[in-house]
């Protein structure tokens, strides 16, 4: 064997010493890291953040703020069933009509809020997607919101299903939406809905039919008033609403 031969088979032992040293001291940390995060894991007392929602908003992402672990939490929306339509009720009006009227909680001020900007970004880029807007210089989330605005109907609650948490999950949902106050007569409120070419949401059967034969710009939705049911509610309207996303 010559000197070279000699000195290529050392190095390749010296090589290989050094490969088996790094991948040990490799694998010991990688152990260690493993074993510190899952003692911060088991130390860790969760305080969780919601991050976001997932596109058809049947998932809510949260992560703590403390060790940033994330998990999940699924909603459902689900048609509500209606055992006795308001216009079968004795003594029928928003407050009568609920089965116990110390719970009627129709604000007597009106009440107007904007929809949330991010879900009106993807409700954007939704209608951009399939070609209801054409517009594609627009950047701002404020500038996004106005054209919106042309496109996308505001919904206008009754008095009779109005509650503020309602208001808050359509506004959240990304839709602009105005509760007129407490009070008013049905022509009033048939007067408003015209007016703004919005979308009328009521329980009242009478007022529904009515509001659909005059064949105004939108057909009205019909939902039940009840508090235990404000998810499904919300899903009734948002499955109604996301027809303004879609050619016609």
């Known amino acids: 064997m010559t000197n ?11 090589r290989k010493r050094v490969e088996a040293a790094t991948e040990f001291t490799s694998k010991k ?5 493993i074993d510190d995060e899952n003692d911060n894991k088991k130390e860790c007392v969760h305080v969780w ?7 058809d ?10 060790c940033f672990d994330r998990k999940t939490e699924k909603q459902t929306f689900e048609d509500f069933k209606f055992t006795l339509l308001p216009h ?15 719970k009627y909680t129709a604000s007597i001020e009106q009440i107007e809020l904007k929809g949330n900007l991010i ?8 209608c951009f997607k399939n070609r209801v807007i054409t517009n594609v210089n627009v950047t701002g989330l404020e500038e996004k919101s106005e054209i919106l605005d042309t496109i996308i109907p505001k919904i206008i609650v009754d008095e009779c299903v109005m509650s503020l948490k309602l208001l808050e999950k359509i506004q959240e949902i990304g839709y602009n939406v105005e509760y007129l106050g407490r009070g008013l007569l049905d022509e009033e409120i048939f ?40 998810l499904e509610n919300v899903g009734v309207i948002q499955r109604y609403m996301k027809r303004f996303e879609a050619k016609r």
């Open 49 to 55: 953040i919601k991050q976001y929602e997932t596109k």
């Open 119 to 126: 879900l009106r970004n993807k409700i954007f880029n939704n």
């Open 4 to 14: 070279r031969e000699k000195r290529e088979r050392a190095k390749e032992r010296l």
């Open 191 to 230: 007067k408003k809905v015209e007016e703004q070419k919005a979308i009328l949401v009521t329980e009242d059967k009478e007022f529904h039919d009515k509001v659909l034969n005059d064949k105004l710009t939108h057909d009205p939705i019909f939902i039940a008033r009840d508090t235990d049911k404000v």
């Open 88 to 102: 079968e009720l004795k003594n029928h009006g928003p407050a009568e009509h609920h089965k116990d009227t110390r």
């Open 29 to 33: 940390t990688k152990n260690e890291s």
């Open 57 to 66: 908003h049947t998932e809510i992402i949260y992560s703590c703020e403390n």
